[in-house]
């Protein structure tokens, strides 16, 4: 079969490789689609991952159809439609330095279970809303890990992939006040698309002002004379600096900033300035516990999920997706189809 892998440095390969044998408890998955992650350049930027470095398959937002099962398998059928979780392969997390990638012809799932290795969806899903499952569970942990309720007012910055995401996910929990910040006219209209209440073009607009337009005037246990927005959570999905030099500055007491970005470069932070507003950071990476329950999220709402996807690429130009996905500026999500 066909399987796309880092073979050196800045470079990316179609090899042929042996289909994966299934054994008792495997479970034989046909990628239909798979999303291409920043983390798919960063792999290929380096030449791969060790002990595979040269021979990195890639791949990990996967969804596929079950083509073959092992005999001791009872919690799943030929035919149905799944997607991965490629954190719980035994052989290596999925396209993430593992075995086996998902930009293949096939990924086998050994001593696969239901809801730990894959989990089945209605089969109405499209394929290519499918694959989003594992990003947007990435997205869905920085929604859990900032605790927004129906009655908060939050603040997604950056309307990529995972902000969009963050905001689905926010309006699913009934959140009324969602405020989308960008500087791309085009990102802002997809994130009133899928369920903004509002927008604010960081590049022609006064941040402060606008949320406090939006959200109110914010608290300060000490006043300071300072303006702060009313915001009670702030979500970076952006990774730029400006983002949380500006939350630092118009934060009111006891705001959360939850960063799901990554940021590249050092952001300094005046701890003094913050002390009395007690603001709260919170990190949030991967999906401990959310790759199968975004999946519900995604089954009730396919058409807006379908929004985030900027291109489509057949299993043929994986190549041409890859370099598309890493060109700055030239997509947002990119999925591979498979036929």
């Known amino acids: 079969m066909k399987q796309v892998q880092v073979t050196a440095v800045g470079e990316n390969s179609f090899v042929d490789v042996d289909q994966p044998q299934v054994g008792r408890q495997d479970v034989l998955i046909k990628i239909k689609a798979n999303g291409i992650c920043g983390s ?24 596929g159809i079950v083509a073959d099962i092992g005999s001791d398998v009872d919690d799943v059928s030929i035919g149905d439609h799944v997607v991965i979780n490629p954190m719980s392969a035994e052989d290596g997390i999925i396209g993430n330095g593992g075995a086996q990638g998902a930009l293949s012809d096939y990924v086998n799932l050994i001593n696969a279970k239901a809801n730990r290795n894959f989990r089945i969806i209605p089969k109405n899903i499209p394929w290519e809303v499918a694959a989003l499952n594992e990003p947007m569970a990435v997205a869905q942990h920085a929604v859990n890990r900032s605790k927004a309720k129906a009655d908060s007012k939050v603040a997604v ?3 990529g992939p995972i902000g969009l995401g963050a905001i689905i996910s926010l309006k699913a929990l009934g959140v009324k006040n969602v405020v989308a910040i960008d500087i791309i006219p085009e990102r802002l209209q997809k994130a009133l698309d899928v ?10 607009e006064d941040v402060l002002e606008q949320l406090i337009k939006f959200h109110g005037q914010g608290l300060e246990k000490v006043p300071s004379g300072n303006k702060r927005s009313a915001t009670d959570i702030y979500i970076d999905a952006a990774g730029a600096s400006i983002v949380p030099k ?50 519900d999220n995604i089954i009730k709402y396919p058409e807006l999920y379908a929004k985030i996807i900027s291109n489509v690429f057949p299993f043929s130009d994986a190549l041409k997706a890859l370099k598309t996905a890493a060109t700055p500026g030239a997509a947002d999500k990119v999925v591979v189809s498979f036929d």
């Open 246 to 295: 500006t939350v630092f500055k118009i934060a009111q007491y006891r705001a959360v900033y939850t960063i799901v970005a990554v940021h590249k470069k050092e952001v300094p932070v005046n701890f003094g300035d913050l002390l009395d507003r007690e603001l709260d950071i919170r990190l949030s990476v991967g999906y401990p516990t959310e790759i199968f329950q975004v999946t």
């Open 157 to 159: 910055f950056g309307a």
């Open 195 to 204: 369920g903004a209440d509002s927008i604010i073009d960081s590049g022609k």
């Open 40 to 63: 798919d350049t960063f792999y290929t930027s380096i030449g791969g991952i060790p002990p595979r470095q040269g021979h990195t398959p890639l791949g990990h937002e996967a969804a």
